[in-house]
């Protein structure tokens, strides 16, 4: 709440700030309603940093472009963002499956790479059907082979013109999926090779296009989309001159030139942004821009401060009621943690870890000796409501080789978990970190065996049988004994085997079960197929989607199916101390997990017993 003090006191200096500023200045301070703030500017190049220019046309402020101006909707200089209108991109169909028109949506805003698209504000969106849209962002130079640097996208399906429906956009008709930080551009694509022919008369177009994942709401009607529309996208910027706060202190070209202000490095790309001391307001880019507030402000601002904590309790408790607190509070093995008591833990030195699914901190919990790990996870508004229902769902889960959930906090618009914390990371680091764990086949077999059984255990020895839906090395976490456990199944990915919950889990697409990506169907043998490819990682310790290797999953089939010489993919540390006999075991417990046909794959009960023969 302190932070609501500070803004409430910023906000009055600005309005005395602005009532003394000069008006003798000669670069325009405003484009219709818009107040243009240095960096930013409008005219000559001395009124703007490079890379920051505004133009204005006819009272709307645009972002210079090579093809056509970018519209901006706000521009603020205290939080470093920007919003900004961007088009879509699509691909039109004719009757022979042709593609007979398109636009990637790329409008080359950005020729300086002051910005990059917010990946806390906005989500990728892909409308279609057999649509499979991806962004394409940030030029690689050639690393890899790969023209991009970032890949992100997702595939939408529909059966007929009735799959769709309004307001759902989790694979039919319409998916969505979280963008990572880094991002530059809206360049889309799309995989031409889905064929349209028996959709164009409801949905004759692909659609893909960033959007404010809180300004977008899917319809049917979106099927058939004006090529000409533009969607609203926040922008990070910063000063990018490659530099450190610390590097670019000590150059000519600093740019926090206020006395009362602060360097902050980006959270988004490389660079930094400048920031008003605390006390003060203003901007920390200009001399003298950042001022301090006048003494009766100050008691104005105690007397709306206690207000705003009355408020604040308020809210707590409204998030508390959302998140399923009077049904989760009577759960016994999940504790509620306040906010208070956590906070301790959710500080920038103590993250270990941060993507698309939120953040993870480790540390320790009041009176405690063992760590634990805190999860900050962003969670779709629209499944917010289904959080309590996961959450005892898990709390009926107790294994051994499966992560514990000890409890959670509520009083956040965000619930955040809290497990135990598992020293060793993930397998997917110990596989193919460049500071490779010593492996021999007894440890491999072992952690194949252990993670299986708590696959098996999900499947098979619960009441309400789960699936786990992103089963993948990084997901399978190793304690200090390298006893693994299967973890980020808890809130997002829990779902009945009884319901066959189609279409609305997000797996890794080197991972996932061709099956499912057809037909939108999940079973129990989507996992053993996902598993399947773990095993295979584990033994070869090489990644499913490396780049350098085309087709790992291939390269097993044509190594067993026709020269029967699968030894030559073990990785040689692992096959040091094996028999041929054991691996021509593994390898067949691979093959049946990587069937197509998912009913002649085995169940995960079956391969944990295989396994653990083959370990004894």
Same mark, same amino acid.
């Given at each position: ?68 101006? &970018? ?6 200089? $205290? ?27 790329? &409008? ?36 890899? $082979? ?25 694979? #039919? ?24 022919? +028996? ?11 960033? /959007? ?38 000590? %150059? ?85 943690? +306040?906010? %208070? ?14 993507? $698309? ?23 779709? /508004? ?37 497990? %135990? ?15 490779? +764990? ?44 390298? &006893? ?34 057809? +037909? ?13 490819? &773990? ?30 010489? #699968? ?50």
């Amino acid at each position: 709440m302190p932070t609501a003090l500070i803004l409430l006191l910023a906000a009055l200096i600005v309005i005395a700030h602005d009532a003394a500023e000069s008006a003798s200045s000669v670069c325009p301070d405003s484009c219709g309603s818009t107040n243009i703030e240095y960096p930013f500017g409008i005219g000559s190049e001395g009124c703007f940093r490079k890379g920051f220019e505004i133009t204005c046309d006819n009272g709307v402020p645009m972002l210079p472009s090579t093809t056509r101006p &970018v519209p901006v909707v706000n521009l603020s200089i $205290g939080t470093a963002e920007a919003r900004v209108m961007l088009p879509i991109a699509w691909q039109c169909f004719g009757s022979g499956n042709n593609v007979y028109n398109s636009n990637d949506g790329d &409008v080359h805003f950005n020729g300086d790479e002051v910005y990059r698209i917010s990946s806390t504000h906005n989500q990728l969106v892909v409308v279609g059907c057999n649509t499979l849209g991806y962004t394409q962002s940030q030029r690689s130079e050639g690393h890899h $082979g790969y023209p991009y640097a970032y890949y992100t996208g997702c595939m939408s399906f529909c059966n007929n013109s009735h799959s769709a429906v309004d307001g759902a956009c989790a694979g #039919v008709g319409c998916c969505h999926v979280d963008i990572p930080p880094g991002l530059t551009n809206n360049n889309m694509a799309f995989d031409t090779s889905y064929n349209h022919t +028996t959709r164009l008369d409801f949905a004759p177009c692909d659609y893909a296009f960033l /959007v404010d994942r809180n300004s977008y709401t899917f319809h049917t009607r979106h099927l058939k989309m004006d090529n000409s529309t533009t969607m609203p996208v926040w922008l990070d910027w910063a000063i990018r001159d490659n530099l450190t706060c610390a590097e670019a202190m000590k %150059e000519q070209s600093y740019a926090c030139v206020s006395a009362n202000s602060e360097c902050r490095d980006s959270s988004n790309g490389p660079g930094y942004v400048c920031n008003c001391s605390m006390g003060y307001q203003g901007n920390p880019y200009t001399i003298g821009g950042c001022t301090g507030a006048i003494g009766g402000l100050l008691i104005i601002a105690i007397v709306v401060f206690i207000i705003l904590l009355g408020k604040e309790k308020q809210r707590m408790k409204e998030f508390f009621r959302k998140n399923g607190g009077p049904i989760i509070e009577k759960v016994n093995k999940i504790k509620l943690f +306040t906010k %208070e008591e956590l906070e301790p833990i959710l500080k920038t030195s103590n993250r270990i870890g941060q993507g $698309g699914f939120g953040e993870v901190y480790m540390g320790y919990l009041r009176d405690e000796i063992r760590p634990v790990a805190v999860k900050k996870p962003k969670i779709d /508004v629209k499944l917010a409501n289904q959080f309590a229902n996961e959450v005892i769902i898990q709390s009926r889960v107790l294994h051994k080789n499966i992560v514990n959930l000890i409890g959670c906090c509520l009083e956040v618009d965000v619930p955040i978990l809290v497990y %135990e914390y598992v020293s060793n990371g993930s397998l997917d680091k110990i596989l193919h970190d460049s500071n490779k +764990t010593p492996l021999d086949l007894d440890l491999c077999l072992k952690i194949a065996a252990q993670s299986a059984k708590g696959l098996a255990y999900m499947h098979s020895e619960i009441t309400t049988p789960i699936l786990h839906g992103d089963v993948k090395p990084a997901n399978i976490l190793l304690d200090e004994d390298f &006893v693994p456990k299967i973890s980020d199944f808890g809130t997002s990915r829990m779902i009945t085997i009884e319901e066959h919950y189609t279409s609305t889990i997000i797996g890794n697409w080197g991972y996932m079960d061709p099956g499912y990506v057809q +037909t939108g169907l999940y079973t129990s043998k989507s996992d053993v197929y996902s598993f399947g490819v &773990v095993l295979l990682e584990l033994i070869t310790r090489k990644k499913v989607l490396d780049p350098d290797i085309s087709d790992l999953v291939g390269n097993f089939h044509d190594t067993y199916t026709k020269k029967n010489r #699968v030894i030559e993919l073990v990785d040689s540390e692992i096959s040091a101390k094996g028999t041929i006999g054991v691996f021509h075991s593994l390898a067949e417990i691979i093959v049946q997990c990587l069937d197509l046909d998912a009913d002649l794959r085995p169940e995960m009960e079956d391969i944990a017993e295989r396994l653990q023969y083959l370990l004894k």
